[in-house]
């Protein structure tokens, strides 16, 4: 059976891409050049200095693990040196990359990033990730990048993507035209098409949530749960819970076999605890061009909600456009607002 290449299939479908001169195969063939680097250190994370955490913390206040910053230096050099990205926002810079030198001014690209996903997973040697988003800048061609650039609707996204460290290291992305897997072949260093053309079934068993948490969700999403768990053999219920704990992980076995994952406002977390920037809205655009879906529990399209800034974290609900209309049901039923519960932290 013939092979074919990240590279050859990012050439092959380049007319597919209405800015089609190279610029996004070069920005799509750096991206997976840095890919196979982390993919390297995550593989012998063991071995090398590269576990455990760096005794400082990113602009979240979470601790910044060696890895976490170690993708975001890969990434970041390769993406500028493909001369088609002007700037960068990822989860682990407090503001915006954007960079001086020349070349890269004249790039037409930014990226949104998370270059680590699951890093509470690193040092468990389960399942981690790389999330990624690309729109065109809307600031002049030859200047650095500027804040606007960064604050664009999920709609505006030209491309989006992932890669998941796992069992075997894989990169899934869309350009808007089908989703399409690539797992690497470690004997020829190459990404290949694996999973052509994915598509998420309508409807699962799986649903994917911290329950941990339940105590802290608002009614809509513990009803939901307890639906989850009911006996209903037609709707094959009682559904599987499965949760790892790395989004690429839950997001990635949802896609191919379907279910649900949520991560609902909660008194913890009164926004959410995702990322719209560089996890929600570029597993949003691969949901919907997989025949998903994603909102925000309150009836809004994930891609439809206005950026406000770098870091906006926002409720998340995503998967199988049936369950994710079913979860919505519930939460205009029994609410969605997060419940007092200052009596039980005492
Ligand atoms: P990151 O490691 O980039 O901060 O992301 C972690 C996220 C996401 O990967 C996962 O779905 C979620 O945090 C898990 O959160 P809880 O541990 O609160 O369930
Ligand atoms: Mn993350
Ligand atoms: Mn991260």
Redesign the pocket.
């Known amino acids: 059976m013939s092979v074919t290449t990240l590279n050859e299939f990012i050439i092959e479908r380049q007319a597919d891409f209405p800015y089609a001169k190279g610029e996004l195969t070069r920005l799509l063939t750096h991206m997976s050049v840095a890919a196979k680097v982390v993919n390297r250190e995550v593989n012998k994370a063991g071995l090398v200095d590269i576990l455990g955490e760096i005794g400082k913390s990113n602009v979240h206040g979470?601790d910044q693990k060696k890895l976490d910053v170690y993708a975001d230096e890969k990434f970041i050099n390769s993406l500028k040196s493909s001369g088609e990205c002007c700037g960068i926002a990822s989860?682990e810079n407090k503001d915006i990359v954007s960079f001086d030198e020349e070349l890269p001014k004249q790039g037409r690209y930014i990226v949104t990033m998370?270059p680590?996903?699951?890093?509470?997973n690193i040092d468990v040697n389960v399942s981690i990730g790389t999330i990624f988003s690309i729109f065109r800048r809307v600031s002049p061609v030859g200047h650095k990048a500027a804040p606007e650039d960064f604050v664009q609707d999920g709609t505006k996204q030209v491309a989006a993507g992932y890669i998941i460290y796992g069992s075997s290291t894989m990169m899934v992305y869309t350009t808007g035209r089908g989703v399409n897997g690539f797992t690497l072949d470690p004997s020829i260093g190459e990404f290949c098409l694996s999973h052509p053309d994915i598509l998420i079934p309508h409807s699962g068993i799986i649903y994917s949530i911290?329950e941990g948490?339940n105590i802290k969700f608002p009614e809509g999403v513990k009803q939901y749960l307890k639906y989850c768990q009911e006996k209903d053999v037609p709707t094959g219920r009682p559904y599987t819970s499965r949760?790892i704990?790395?989004?690429?992980a839950?997001f990635h076995r949802n896609l191919l076999k379907g279910g649900i994952f949520i991560?609902p406002i909660s008194a913890g977390y009164p926004s959410g605890?995702?990322r719209l920037l560089y996890?929600c809205n570029p597993m949003a655009m691969i949901i919907e061009q997989a025949g998903g879906k994603a909102t925000d529990g309150r009836g809004t399209r994930i891609m439809d909600l206005k950026p406000e800034s770098l870091h906006q974290r926002v409720p998340f609900y995503v998967g199988s456009r049936n369950m994710v209309n079913t979860a919505e049901e519930f939460m205009k039923k029994y609410g969605w607002k997060e419940p007092d519960i200052s009596d039980i932290d005492k």
């Not at 704990?245 to 690429?248: E, K, Y």
């Open positions: 979470e989860e998370d680590l996903d699951g890093s509470s911290n948490n949760y704990g790395s989004l690429v839950d991560y605890k995702l996890e």
